[in-house]
């Protein structure tokens, strides 16, 4: 069962989490996951660092505070757990950057990036204000050549995925998966808006079940009566493009004001329901 934000109870920094309400993996080497916003103190202590509501998710042995601003990170961090298992346990620790609310490129991740300028080889992509520009080779498209690549220029939207990222380098992006070769729908994005929203919300609308992993239906909701097509990116930028202007707009706003107000989904339905009498 997973509790999700819109469900979730809501904690303040310093609470300490009920022992009985932490998951417990059955098998020790299932690791305890220990999300955003948590605080493990020897031998068994939990607690909350930040202020948002507490998430469980018992398939998955995870408990995490969800905050709309947050960046999450994994890092492996050995410690022992022993109330829950008489035995040291390798857990994943999830490191939350809540405080800076700043998008940091990491590996895999899909982003949307704007062309600043182009070189001999690369693309370069600016993925937010505050990072390096992102380099994206022109050749890194589905079946591009020297002759067939894409002819971008200052300004063009992509929708790429992060290949590598460091601190000590400038992040490389590409619109293909070098397993396949195949786009997979990266790539060139024409037409449509941008919005932005929180990097939570970004993280939410990537899960591949929004309403049980999410707590969003907003969108499936929006897809009954209106025809679109959106691109998320983890760096809290979304691409909306549907039939008209109006259309693209009830699209961009009920995902802010989802965002803005972390309406649950009653909540999430009555909103498509008003945006909806707008078309």
């Known amino acids: 069962m997973t ?3 819109s469900t979730a109870t809501f904690v303040l920094p310093g609470e300490g989490v009920p022992q009985d309400s932490l998951p417990v993996p059955s098998n020790p080497s299932i690791p305890l996951k220990l999300g955003p916003g948590l605080q493990h103190t020897p031998p068994s202590t939990i607690t909350t660092v930040l ?5 469980i998710d018992a398939k998955k042995k995870a408990i995490w505070v969800e905050n709309n601003t947050g960046r999450v990170l994994t890092h492996p961090i050995p410690f022992l757990c022993e109330k829950f298992i008489p035995a040291p346990l390798k857990c994943i620790y999830l490191e939350s950057e809540c405080s800076s609310v700043q998008y940091i490129p990491q590996t895999h991740d899909v982003v949307l990036a704007i062309v600043h300028h182009s070189s001999t080889d690369f693309y370069h992509c600016a993925i937010t204000p505050h990072t390096a520009l992102a380099q994206l080779p022109q050749l890194a498209f589905e079946g591009a050549t020297k002759k067939s690549r894409p002819q971008l220029v200052s300004g063009s939207l992509i929708y790429a995925r992060v290949v590598s990222a ?14 396949t070769g195949k786009s997979e729908g990266l ?5 449509g808006m941008v919005f932005d929203v929180s990097l939570g919300m970004a993280r939410r609308l990537l899960f591949k079940k929004q309403k ?6 907003v969108l499936e909701e929006i897809a009954k009566k209106v025809a679109f097509e959106v691109a998320v990116g983890r760096n809290g930028m979304v691409w909306v493009k549907a039939g008209g202007v109006k259309e693209t707009l009830v ?3 009920a995902l802010q004001e989802t965002d803005r107000e972390g309406l649950g989904l009653e909540e999430q339905e009555q909103l498509v329901k008003k945006l909806s009498r707008q078309l």
Request: net charge negative; charged share 20%; proline share 6%.
């Open 212 to 217: 049980e992993e999410g707590g969003l239906l």
């Open 3 to 5: 509790t999700t934000a």
């Open 166 to 179: 460091s601190k000590y380098m400038e992040p490389e992006i590409a619109c293909f998966n070098p397993s």
């Open 187 to 191: 790539g060139e994005l024409q037409g």
């Open 51 to 55: 202020a948002g509501s507490l998430c």
């Open 251 to 253: 699209v961009g706003k």
